[in-house]
T-cell receptor
Framework: QKEVEQNSGPLSVPEGAIASLNCTYS??????FFWYRQYSGKSPELIMS????GDKEDGRFTAQLNKASQYVSLLIRDSQPSDSATYLC????????FGQGTELSVKP | DAGITQSPRYKITETGRQVTLMCHQT?????MFWYRQDLGHGLRLIYY???????DKGEVPDGYVVSRSKTENFPLTLESATRSQTSVYFC????????????FGDGTRLSIL
């Protein structure tokens, strides 16, 4: 069984700062990775997919993948209070395996 | 508007009752999934389906039954509800496969007294 680990947080950053969320996984053959955002009381929403080593940028969000070290991270630049949510990392393992999520709080 | 809808959004029932949660998607996605989400456990897969009439167990299938007679519908039944099944239940679908990105419904908050 593949494992996906995330720090549960909460991670607190001031508005305008960079928030860094990390995820490690146990299976070396995983080829793709996904980040979901879940607001309190809402369903998970896919925000980023990354399939190859390196960085992928989408607006204020950057996903970074390092397969050799088996981690994937999500950077949120210029963090806004509206970014306050739980961020779930998901790794394919037959089915998607979700981490337990990191709670991010952006303070005005 | 296309999407994935779950019903009911909220449900309160008693132990021993049968409960069915509905999931309907309009994308014609082949894959559909049921998860439960509990504090401290994250998202746990209950059952999934690769196509109509094809279903398979996930991580926590005990006490649940699913069926998929039509591509667009994937109901989840608790045959005899227990308090440990109090949870938030999410249905999801995927076009490309069980290991590809999934899109979630709004969830059903189920309380069993």
């Amino acid at each position: 069984q593949k494992e996906v680990e995330q720090n549960s947080g909460p991670l607190s950053v001031p508005e305008g700062a960079i928030a860094s969320l990390n995820c490690t996984y146990s299976d070396r053959v995983s080829q793709s990775f996904f980040w979901y955002r879940q607001y309190s009381g809402k369903s998970p929403e896919l925000i980023m997919s990354i399939y190859s080593n390196g960085d992928k940028e989408d607006g204020r969000f950057t996903a970074q993948l390092n397969k050799a070290s088996q981690y994937v991270s999500l950077l949120i630049r210029d963090s806004q209070p509206s970014d306050s949510a739980t961020y779930l990392c998901a790794v394919p393992g037959g089915k998607l395996i979700f981490g337990q999520g990191t709670e991010l709080s952006v303070k005005p | 508007d296309a999407g994935i809808t779950q019903s009911p959004r909220y449900k309160i029932t008693e132990t021993g009752r049968q409960v069915t949660l509905m999931c309907h998607q309009t994308w014609s996605h082949s894959y559909m999934f049921w998860y439960r989400q509990d504090l401290g456990h994250g998202l746990r897969l209950i059952y999934y389906s690769a196509a109509a009439d094809i279903t398979d167990k996930g991580e926590v299938p005990d006490g649940y039954v699913v069926s998929r007679s039509k591509t667009e519908n994937f109901p989840l039944t608790l045959e005899s509800a227990t308090r440990s099944q109090t949870s938030v239940y999410f249905c999801a679908s995927s076009e490309l496969g069980a290991h590809q990105p999934q899109h979630f419904g709004d969830g059903t908050r189920l309380s069993i007294l």
